[in-house]
């Protein structure tokens, strides 16, 4: 079945710093795929998503790109702020609104001043 | 954009009642509603998918008696956690499939005493 995994946290980095968050999928098929950002006692705020492979999601500095041939989407950022803690979640689904969304396990990332 | 309200975001209940948790989209029609459990420092488990007007499809392992699901409206689906234990306790989150994607509430903290 589809699966989605994803760099184990935590990742603590200091603020300005290069993050990249490593993701992998398994689906069959052309599924679309997501970055969550979840803060602590919150739920879940889409942060980017790619639809098919070449697509480039971006939003507030970070960006991932949909690469069919290594089956992943990387999540990155150039600068890290504080502001930037919390849980990340890459996810997969099908391309229509039946089609559940598959989670990965989320990673944590801290960002120190 | 699309907004999925979630309510209670916190509900403390004593052992052996139920609690009822509502997911309801503001702005737009989601004919699929979907309604997940996190337990802590984990990732989201999808425990059933709600389709407007008929029987919810409930994932493996997940029992439908003990948790209910009604989706009786476009606009809102409602899942009752029957006979509460102690190890109900979780967060419990819902998301919305609309025409942009997926929209998620900001989850319920259930405490069972």
């Known amino acids: 079945g589809n699966s989605v995994t994803q760099m184990e946290g935590p990742v603590t980095l200091s603020e300005e710093a290069f993050l990249t968050i490593n993701c992998t999928y398994t689906?069959?098929?052309?599924?679309?795929l997501f970055w969550y950002v979840q803060y602590p006692g919150e739920g879940l705020q889409l942060l980017l998503k790619a639809t098919k492979a070449d697509d480039k999601g971006s939003n507030k500095g970070f960006e991932a790109t949909y690469r069919k041939e290594t089956t992943s989407f990387h999540l990155e950022k150039g600068s890290v702020q504080v502001s930037d803690s919390a849980v990340y979640f890459c996810?997969?689904?099908?391309?229509?609104?039946?089609?559940?969304?598959?989670f990965g396990p989320g990673t944590s990332l801290s960002v120190i001043p | 954009g699309a907004v999925v309200s979630q309510h209670p975001s916190r509900v403390i209940c004593k052992s052996g009642t139920s609690v009822k948790i509502e997911c309801r989209s503001l702005?737009?029609?989601?004919?699929?509603m979907f309604w997940y459990r996190q337990f802590p420092k984990q990732s989201l488990m999808l425990m059933a998918t709600s389709n407007e007007g008929s029987k919810a499809t409930y994932e493996q392992g997940v029992e439908k008696d003990k948790f209910l699901i009604n989706h009786a409206s476009l606009t809102l689906s409602t899942l009752t956690v029957t006979s509460a234990h102690p190890e109900d306790s979780s967060f419990y989150i819902c998301?919305?499939?609309?025409?942009?994607?997926?929209?998620f509430g900001s989850g319920t903290r259930l405490t069972v005493v």
């Open positions: 689906a069959t098929g052309y599924p679309s």
């Open positions: 996810a997969l689904s099908g391309k229509t609104s039946y089609d559940k969304v598959i």
């Open positions: 702005d737009f029609q989601a004919t699929t």
């Open positions: 998301s919305a499939a609309g025409t942009d994607g997926y929209t």
